[in-house]
């Protein structure tokens, strides 16, 4: 069993920086593609960012492109996702979440998901 555990979320003003932590407890997290999801108060989850199990691969949605960065730290069981230039749109629960195998931008194809750690942003 994967336990996903997230850190790093705050409030934050407009314009500032946060970086999201996600610590598997799984051995074989180097085999697993993870990904980044959100969910404000009274809307669907969406998809944020993903990597490949290598990290060779990544995608954004588009709302995020060029402000966040997802990377991985496989010695270190960990997923990050570096937060730029925030926007209180941004507002949200944030997830990480993983899967063995390919990444996906659905949430129906990840297994595995962390509690969520709250991030707010301030204009």
């Known amino acids: 069993q994967v336990q996903l555990v997230e850190s790093g979320g705050g409030l934050v003003q407009a314009g500032g920086s946060l970086r999201l932590s996600c610590v598997s407890s799984?051995?074989?997290?180097?085999?697993?593609?993870m990904g980044w999801f959100r969910q404000a108060p009274g809307k669907e989850r969406e998809f944020v960012a993903a990597?490949?199990?290598?990290?060779?691969?990544?995608s954004y949605a588009d709302s995020v492109k060029g402000r966040f960065t997802i990377s991985r730290a496989n010695a270190k069981n960990t997923v990050y996702l570096q937060m730029n230039s925030l926007k209180p749109e941004d507002t949200a629960v944030y997830f990480c979440?993983?899967?063995?195998?390919?990444?996906?931008?659905?949430?129906?194809?990840?297994?595995?998901w962390g509690q969520g750690t709250q991030v707010t942003v301030s204009s």
């Open positions: 990597i490949s199990w290598s990290g060779g691969g990544t």
């Open positions: 979440a993983g899967v063995r195998g390919t990444m996906g931008q659905s949430p129906y194809a990840y297994d595995y």
């Open positions: 799984g051995r074989t997290f180097g085999s697993y593609a």
